[in-house]
């Protein structure tokens, strides 16, 4: 699935340049939860929908300043270009940001009209995560049913989300933080299934201490318990399985992602059970 972007037409005209000329990532379709784009601030309440990260222009002069605006917490890397086609281009700009704020990304002369992208992926680029013991991100006394795993056909067949885990639980369960750190971004306004691959529905997106970040999913509408910059341990309470976005039945949408600093890719992890390490069969399975 292909990184979220907003983009921006800069117009000739410094009149117009102040005023905000992105698409408000709130109006593109679901399936930007796993680019994790949007990260809020701590001030907004548990469940609340984190605000888009947004492309703004401002005059200085003769010239016209690019700036990204965002609430993010945890590292997000900003990446702004010309886009394909566009008659007038700029040098592509690159930025780590590291928390909420304004960043500028580029400075340019107020004539040519440039059509502009902006990227944004999630966490810090990293070639590797630390070995880590992940535990269930459920109650085990629910019983453990792998609904679809690594490479499953349905759904788990990209970068992102090659090596998720997609486990059938009953609707209403309680979804358990797999591992402490801390919380990136959130969506809870989804109210039901769709048929659009890449929904995710209500999710929570956490960053670990060791950079890779790990995203439940499909989660029942109105149950978040957790905002973006709260600080979260193994095992506490998230959220609630539901059915919404890309889902057929309740379950829970779970992996863990890296930045490799091109995209988000997910990785495989060691994760307990009852029984011990939790093993199972690359499989095909609705999503």
Known sequence: MPVARTKALLLTSLLLASAPIADSLASKPAQQWRDGWGLAATSLPAGSDTPATVLKLQPRGQNVQVWAEHGAHGPHLLRL???????????????????????????LPAGPAYALELEALPGRPLAAAAAHAYALPFDPAAGVRVHQAAHGSASHHDLQNRHAWDFALAEGSVVLAARGGRVMATH????????????????????????????YAHLQPGSLQVRAGQAISTGQALARVGNTGYSTAPHLHFAVQLNDGQALRSIGIHMNGPQGRLQAPAGNAAP
Not at 83 to 95: E, F, K, L, N, Y
């Open 81 to 107: 270009r010309s886009r394909a086609g566009a008659s007038d281009t700029i040098a592509p700009q690159q930025r780590l940001i590291s928390g909420p704020g304004r960043q500028l990304l580029a400075e």
């Open 188 to 215: 809870g306004s989804a109210c039901c299934p769709s048929r659009v691959p890449g929904d995710g529905g209500n999710w929570v997106r956490v960053e670990h201490a060791d950079g890779s970040m790990a995203i």
